[in-house]
């Protein structure tokens, strides 16, 4: 009896090992039943010390406004190897010569290209397993900026760094009187753009709004302003410069001119444009422009205003004795 008892507990624990393990396998999800192996995907060569120094040395860094030139004193230092630090001075061909490596083209390079172009020749030549270099301009020998034209004190100026077109005319004394209000600045080697044209407004805040960076080696040309003439019965015959925003007005011309005389023929004035040296003549309703019945218009440069004589005066004087007096009129900027 005791063997039976035995077997029959042995048979219901085998029952329900089994059933237990039946309830496991249905809980287990379908996908997780087969095995499918994961594809990895393929390993790629890992990029040499090398090609990532010399991918450094020709990728261009942030943009800098000062860059290497012939003439430049570089300190070049290499971390823990302090016999290989060096003082050189550019040579006009652009390079620097400098211990194991000899010549290295530097020049329209900024500090930071310079280094990983001297670190990559330090690698490729098995000199160094690990370079780190650092240059640091101690001297700018070269690119002062040109400011020429109508300032008080023109000339070249020194400048470590990018600096704005208010403090350079600043620098170089400020506007003279007959001014031109339209700036050109010439940018130097390697700037995409060559020329840019820069409106200098009288009004603080559009100057402010107009004021752009000069680089180290650019040009700064600042015109004279045109001349407009007036001649004929005014109380002072002369030429003027357009410095308000470098335009002019037919009543702002007269009111520099002090006004026209009693003895004037304001319907007979005449304005005369020089356009590439060819002259051409129309009425001037100055009368009516006076009284605000015709729009004051406005004038270009070498335009002449002529405000005939009354009486027999005015039949003396024709349009080639006019332009003759302008051409020899005096100016009357800033009075």
Do not use: W
């Given at each position: 009896?005791?063997?039976?008892?035995?077997?029959?507990?042995?048979?219901?624990a085998c029952a329900c090992l089994t059933l237990?393990?039946?309830?496991?396998?249905?809980?287990?999800?379908?996908?997780?039943?087969?095995?499918?192996?994961?594809?990895?995907?393929?390993?790629?060569?890992?990029?040499?010390?090398?090609?990532?120094?010399?991918?450094?040395?020709?990728?261009?860094?942030?943009?800098?406004?000062?860059?290497?030139?012939?003439?430049?004193?570089?300190?070049?230092?290499?971390?823990?190897?302090?016999?290989?630090?060096?003082?050189?001075?550019?040579?006009?061909?652009?390079?620097?010569?400098?211990?194991?490596?000899?010549?290295?083209?530097?020049?329209?390079?900024?500090?930071?290209?310079?280094?990983?172009?001297?670190?990559?020749?330090?690698?490729?030549?098995?000199?160094?397993?690990?370079?780190?270099?650092?240059?640091?301009?101690?001297?700018?020998?070269?690119?002062?900026v040109a400011v020429l034209g109508q300032v008080?004190?023109?000339?070249?100026?020194?400048?470590?760094?990018?600096?704005?077109?208010?403090?350079?005319?600043?620098?170089?004394?400020?506007?003279?009187?007959?001014?031109?209000?339209?700036?050109?600045?010439?940018?130097?080697?390697?700037?995409?753009?060559?020329?840019?044209?820069?409106?200098?407004?009288?009004?603080?805040?559009?100057?402010?709004?107009?004021?752009?960076?000069?680089?180290?080696?650019?040009?700064?040309?600042?015109?004279?302003?045109?001349?407009?003439?007036?001649?004929?019965?005014?109380?002072?015959?002369?030429?003027?410069?357009?410095?308000?925003?470098?335009?002019?007005?037919?009543?702002?011309?007269?009111?520099?001119?002090?006004?026209?005389?009693?003895?004037?023929?304001?319907?007979?004035?005449?304005?005369?444009?020089?356009?590439?040296?060819?002259?051409?003549?129309?009425?001037?309703?100055?009368?009516?422009?006076?009284?605000?019945?015709?729009?004051?218009?406005?004038?270009?440069?070498?335009?002449?205003?002529?405000?005939?004589?009354?009486?027999?005066?005015?039949?003396?004087?024709?349009?080639?004795?006019?332009?003759?007096?302008?051409?020899?009129?005096?100016?009357?900027?800033?009075?």
């Open positions: 009896m005791r063997g039976r008892s035995a077997i029959s507990v042995q048979r219901s237990l393990a039946g309830l496991l396998f249905a809980c287990v999800p379908a996908s997780a039943q087969k095995f499918q192996p994961k594809v990895l995907p393929p390993v790629k060569d890992a990029p040499t010390v090398g090609s990532a120094l010399a991918a450094n040395a020709a990728k261009p860094s942030g943009k800098e406004s000062l860059l290497i030139g012939p003439g430049d004193l570089l300190h070049v230092t290499v971390l823990r190897e302090p016999e290989l630090e060096q003082r050189a001075r550019v040579l006009d061909s652009g390079n620097v010569s400098l211990p194991l490596i000899g010549d290295v083209h530097v020049a329209g390079l900024d500090p930071a290209q310079a280094s990983a172009t001297i670190e990559a020749k330090y690698l490729v030549g098995n000199y160094l397993k690990h370079p780190s270099v650092s240059v640091f301009v101690e001297e700018y020998a070269t690119q002062p008080e004190k023109p000339g070249t100026y020194k400048i470590t760094t990018a600096r704005t077109l208010l403090d350079l005319l600043a620098m170089a004394g400020g506007l003279t009187p007959i001014a031109d209000r339209h700036i050109m600045v010439e940018r130097g080697p390697g700037a995409k753009q060559r020329e840019e044209r820069v409106f200098l407004s009288n009004r603080s805040d559009d100057a402010l709004m107009a004021n752009v960076m000069v680089d180290p080696g650019d040009t700064i040309l600042v015109p004279k302003a045109g001349i407009v003439y007036v001649l004929g019965d005014v109380g002072r015959p002369g030429g003027y410069a357009m410095e308000n925003e470098s335009r002019m007005t037919v009543l702002q011309a007269i009111a520099l001119a002090a006004g026209v005389n009693k003895t004037a023929n304001e319907k007979k004035t005449r304005v005369i444009h020089n356009v590439n040296g060819a002259y051409s003549e129309e009425l001037l309703p100055l009368r009516k422009i006076e009284k605000g019945e015709a729009p004051d218009e406005l004038l270009q440069a070498n335009d002449v205003i002529y405000v005939p004589f009354s009486f027999v005066k005015n039949v003396v004087m024709g349009t080639s004795s006019i332009m003759a007096s302008a051409s020899s009129a005096l100016i009357y900027a800033g009075r």
